[in-house]
Nanobody
Framework: VQLQASGGGLVQAGGSLRLSCAAS????????MRWYRQAPGKQRELVAT???????NSADSVKGRFTISRDNAKNTVDLQMNSLKPEDTAVYYC???????????WGQGTQVTVSS
């Protein structure tokens, strides 16, 4: 099983990035998908969740700016990030949680750096 995250990079404050997580070895249609992030010296935090039924929850810090979406046909989950702030700088990880099989998988992370 592999979750390949991509789309990170360096962007100025106020800019946008779109992260994508491509899964192989599993069908994400039966998984709750999440994006987490971890800034230097800080704990990993949950950014956004999308359930199998496409119910979405987002952290208060990103509400109105970040949008999580899934494409089960393409086996991908995306995170559209708008109005980026320097405090959004972190490594972003995708995560799959299987309610049926109780299995879970982490992606390798992609760096997002927002300059002021």
């Amino acid at each position: 099983v592999q979750l390949q995250a991509s789309g990170g990079g360096l962007v100025q404050a106020g800019g946008s990035l779109r992260l994508s997580c491509a899964a192989s070895g599993i069908s994400i249609s039966i998984y709750t998908m999440r994006w987490y992030r971890q800034a230097p010296g800080k704990q990993r935090e949950l950014v956004a969740t999308i359930t199998r039924g496409s119910v979405i929850n987002s952290a208060d810090s990103v509400k109105g700016r970040f949008t999580i979406s899934r494409d089960n046909a393409k086996n991908t989950v995306d995170l559209q990030m708008n109005s980026l702030k320097p405090e959004d700088t972190a490594v972003y990880y995708c995560y799959a949680y299987g309610i049926i099989n109780r299995d879970n998988y982490w992606g390798q992370g992609t760096q997002v750096t927002v300059s002021s």
